[in-house]
């Protein structure tokens, strides 16, 4: 089934995995775990097809919903793990055609 992102409006309030897709935002998870500190980037397309769109982005909302896979496999149960946000930032959000636009740019400004 096709996602139905959400209208953003203002003021804003991003408070669904909805509005960071939108957004553009994303979200990784960092295990806290003494000699683990795994982490990983979030799928939040996948999320949102489990938990729907409007679900919360709290940390007590989100954190029932996940487990360190390294600490499960050691056989540790931690939820000594925590979330963080990322707003949209260079260079991962850049599109490759603006990208190579700047980099003939600068190229040229060297000449
Ligand atoms: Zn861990």
């Given amino acids: 089934m096709p996602f139905q992102l959400p209208e953003i409006t203002y003021p804003l309030s991003i408070d669904?995995?909805?509005k960071l897709l939108t957004l553009g935002h994303e979200v990784t998870i960092h295990c806290h775990e003494y000699g683990c500190g795994h982490s990983t980037?979030?799928?939040?397309?996948?999320?949102?097809?489990?938990?729907?769109?409007?679900h919360s982005i709290l940390e007590q909302d989100?954190?029932?919903?996940?487990?360190?896979?390294?600490?499960?496999?050691?056989?540790?149960?931690?939820?000594?793990?925590?979330?963080?946000?990322?707003?949209?930032t260079l260079p991962h959000s850049e599109w490759p055609i603006e990208r190579?636009?700047?980099?003939?740019?600068?190229?040229?400004?060297?000449r």
């Fill in 41 to 54: 980037r979030i799928n939040l397309v996948q999320l949102a097809r489990k938990l729907g769109m409007d």
């Fill in 16 to 18: 669904s995995i909805g």
């Fill in 62 to 88: 989100l954190k029932p919903h996940f487990f360190c896979s390294r600490c499960r496999d050691a056989g540790r149960a931690s939820t000594n793990f925590g979330f963080v946000h990322h707003s949209m």
């Fill in 100 to 110: 190579e636009e700047e980099r003939q740019r600068v190229i040229r400004a060297r």
